[in-house]
């Protein structure tokens, strides 16, 4: 009995601090979950805030066709009482692919156009000249396009893990397993890496097998999630909300993953050289599944009106999960009304 009254009266607080934030800030809040057409497909958005006057942050997940969704409302949800969260799910991900399973345009440049449509409805549906924008891992590919072709639609860009040129990445990635794999005597380990180099079909036949097949040696060494921890949340995150429970993860990551092959490998931004938006690049210290050291020649490179590299030091390639609280901080203070 008592703690069924503690429970509520935490919850009435809960509310009741909700709705003065609200209050203090102006405006009400908003917690919408829909399909939205894009592109001629319906895609699922889910938008939360504590205030439809707050900022706009328009949110690109990874992958690609791994949403960021429920990660987004475990770890991150705090960015809500700042800022509204858009969480999209482009086509072949998420609810989108749960609704659709085999979506009839999916490629980079148009989940790009798709991306540059709902951010005009953001705009149109918030009165705002310009959001936000956050791209992870692969959605960072995404990201940087739009920055690129649309300037004018955004106030800012967060680069998250940013990809710079996932070929080079890859073999990065590659010499230092190797090192840690030569370093621990794992023969095993030394002779995949290897055959993937010699592109033995009989461990990958795609280029996407193959990465898949290296990024499973990565994380043995701790290069992807840098703290077992830190997986253990992770893993809570994709299994805690009833909306998933359902969710095949691994099929429609492959489904998309073999329809965007092509175009992952062939993004390159090596030669970008200017960009008319801040931009801001978070990364994780231990990241070796995008190594930062690509990241970091860009950025050097990379004309902007503002430009930031923030360092993650407990994290590896998630930062957004691995120091959550960190992450929410870093993004609050750089959105602005």
């Given at each position: 009995?008592?703690?069924?009254?503690?429970?509520?009266?935490?919850?009435?607080?809960?509310?009741?601090?909700?709705?003065?934030?609200?209050?203090?800030?102006?405006?009400?809040?908003?917690?919408?979950?829909?399909?939205?057409?894009?592109?001629?497909?319906?895609q699922?958005?889910?938008?939360?805030?504590v205030s439809d006057r707050n900022p706009v942050l328009l949110f690109l997940h990874g992958g690609p066709g791994w949403t960021q969704t429920p990660h987004l409302r475990y770890f991150n949800a705090d960015l809500t009482k700042s800022m509204t969260l858009v969480a999209w799910e482009n086509s072949g991900t998420g609810k989108s692919f749960m609704k659709t399973p085999e979506p009839k345009n999916l490629s980079l440049d148009q989940i790009v156009k798709d991306a540059h449509q709902l951010t005009q409805i953001l705009k149109a549906k918030f009165k705002k000249n310009k959001i936000y924008l956050a791209g992870f891992s692969s959605g960072s590919i995404v990201g940087l396009k739009l920055i690129e072709k649309y300037p004018e639609d955004y106030a800012a860009y967060f680069g998250i893990t940013q990809i710079i040129s996932l070929r080079q990445s890859i073999k990065i990635s590659r010499d230092w397993i190797t090192k840690q794999a030569t370093l621990k005597g794992d023969k095993e380990a030394l002779k995949t890496l290897k055959q993937i180099e010699e592109g033995d079909k009989g461990v990958c036949e795609r280029e996407i097998d193959c990465f898949l097949k290296q990024y499973e040696l990565l994380s043995k060494y701790?290069?992807?999630?840098?703290?077992?921890?830190?997986?253990?949340?992770?893993?809570?995150?994709?299994?805690?909300?009833?909306?998933?429970?359902?969710?095949d993860w691994f099929a429609a990551f492959t489904y998309s993953a073999y329809r965007?092959?092509?175009?992952?490998?062939?993004?390159?931004?090596?030669?970008?050289?200017?960009?008319?938006?801040?931009?801001?690049?978070?990364?994780?210290?231990?990241?070796?599944?995008?190594?930062?050291?690509?990241?970091?020649?860009?950025?050097?490179?990379?004309?902007?009106?503002?430009?930031?590299?923030?360092?993650?030091?407990?994290?590896?390639?998630?930062?957004?999960?691995e120091e959550a609280a960190k992450f929410n901080r870093v993004i609050a203070e750089r959105v602005r009304k």
């Open positions: 009995m008592c703690n069924y009254f503690l429970r509520n009266l935490l919850l009435i607080l809960v509310v009741a601090l909700t709705t003065s934030i609200a209050s203090s800030q102006g405006g009400s809040g908003i917690n919408e979950r829909s399909f939205i057409d894009l592109g001629g497909e319906l699922y958005v889910e938008i939360t805030g701790g290069g992807a999630v840098y703290r077992k921890e830190s997986e253990v949340e992770i893993a809570k995150a994709e299994t805690k909300y009833e909306d998933y429970k359902d969710y965007l092959e092509k175009d992952l490998f062939e993004s390159d931004f090596t030669t970008l050289r200017e960009v008319k938006v801040p931009v801001y690049f978070l990364m994780g210290r231990h990241d070796w599944n995008l190594p930062t050291s690509l990241t970091l020649s860009f950025a050097k490179k990379l004309k902007a009106p503002k430009k930031e590299i923030i360092w993650f030091e407990k994290s590896g390639h998630e930062p957004l999960e």
